[in-house]
């Protein structure tokens, strides 16, 4: 019996997307990330929230978002995959999102 290794060079992909975020609420903004320089100049930047459950979000459509949500409900994600509860258990508080700093900005 013999092993045959086997070699595997993979062609150089031809396309180099610059990452970069929008926000999902919006789907306008995109958001500040630190290492994302701006991709589309005409575009609003705003800063990233992260939520508990992992998603990030604009600061301004956030705000928005929770004063929407009446008193008598609990915060959930915004997001439609998603809606995990941002509230602790026990006493129904609601956590607080992250900022995420943009690049060259202190916040």
């Known amino acids: 019996m013999s092993l045959e290794h086997t070699h595997f060079s993979p062609s150089p992909p031809t396309f180099h997307p610059t990452p970069y975020a929008l926000c999902p609420l ?3 903004s995109e958001l500040s990330l630190a290492g994302l320089p701006p991709v589309d100049p005409s575009r609003a930047r705003e800063p990233a929230l992260l939520l508990p459950c992992g998603h990030l979000v604009g600061a ?3 705000t928005l ?3 929407q949500v009446p008193d008598s409900e609990p915060v959930c994600c915004p ?3 998603c ?3 941002l509230t602790f258990p026990v006493c129904g ?3 607080e ?3 995420l ?3 060259g900005r202190r916040q």
Do not use: D
Request: overall charge positive.
């Open 26 to 28: 919006c789907t306008i």
């Open 60 to 62: 301004k459509c956030w």
């Open 65 to 67: 978002y929770s004063l």
């Open 79 to 81: 997001l439609a995959g």
């Open 83 to 85: 809606r995990t509860p």
């Open 93 to 95: 508080c609601a956590f």
């Open 97 to 99: 999102p992250h900022p």
């Open 101 to 103: 700093r943009g690049k």
